[in-house]
């Protein structure tokens, strides 16, 4: 069910970020196509990525930041179209939103879990020092220590076998 809702969200995103791309570009060539433009810095930042790349479940957040942007544009190229263009990231966020809904509370609880998972290792980690410290202080000596507290052996993966043909 989660990679169903997985594959949804990456579906619905790929069309965020194709929209967001065309809605950028028509707004590049509204402003001439520059080489650098203050203008569009300001608006787009530092190109789609900026608007792209962030994650999934949250992106819907970022378009409609950016609907909000474009609503506020002040450049005299973009006064006939700036509402058309935050229609459309808007109208994309929403269908992003609904997509994301069902993974928020999803993404919200394994972000817990891995800073949960990190902070026991950090306190295992510093229990099994203090454990060492403690049997030095009554006088093991490092190979018995080890025979209590075993050192880290990194396991080799066996190489890939060549597939037989028949």
């Keep these: 069910m989660l990679d169903d809702l997985n594959r949804a969200l990456l579906?619905?995103?790929e069309q965020s970020d194709l929209e967001i791309g065309a809605v950028l570009d028509e707004i590049w060539n509204a402003l001439g196509r520059p080489a650098h433009s203050p203008d569009y810095a300001t608006?787009?930042?530092?190109?789609?990525g900026a608007w792209t790349n962030g994650h999934p479940t949250r992106q819907h957040n970022l378009m409609r930041v950016l609907a909000s942007n474009l609503r506020v544009v002040t450049h005299t190229n973009l006064q006939a179209r700036k509402q058309e263009w935050a229609d459309r990231?808007?109208?994309?966020?929403?269908v992003h939103q609904e997509a994301a809904g069902p993974l928020e509370a999803?993404?919200?609880l394994?972000?817990?879990l891995r800073n949960q998972r990190r902070t026991l290792c950090?306190?295992?980690?510093?229990a099994l020092t203090r454990l060492k410290?403690?049997?030095?202080n009554a006088g093991l000596t490092e190979v018995q220590i080890h025979e209590i507290i075993p050192s880290h052996t990194r396991v080799k993966k066996p190489a890939?076998?060549?597939e037989q043909t028949a």
Excluded at 89 to 94: D, N, Q, R, S, T
């Design 11 to 13: 579906v619905v995103d």
């Design 43 to 48: 608006l787009a930042g530092s190109g789609v």
């Design 89 to 94: 990231i808007e109208a994309k966020a929403a």
């Design 106 to 108: 999803a993404d919200a």
């Design 110 to 112: 394994a972000m817990v």
């Design 122 to 126: 950090n306190h295992a980690q510093a």
């Design 133 to 136: 410290r403690d049997l030095k």
């Design 160 to 162: 890939p076998q060549p």
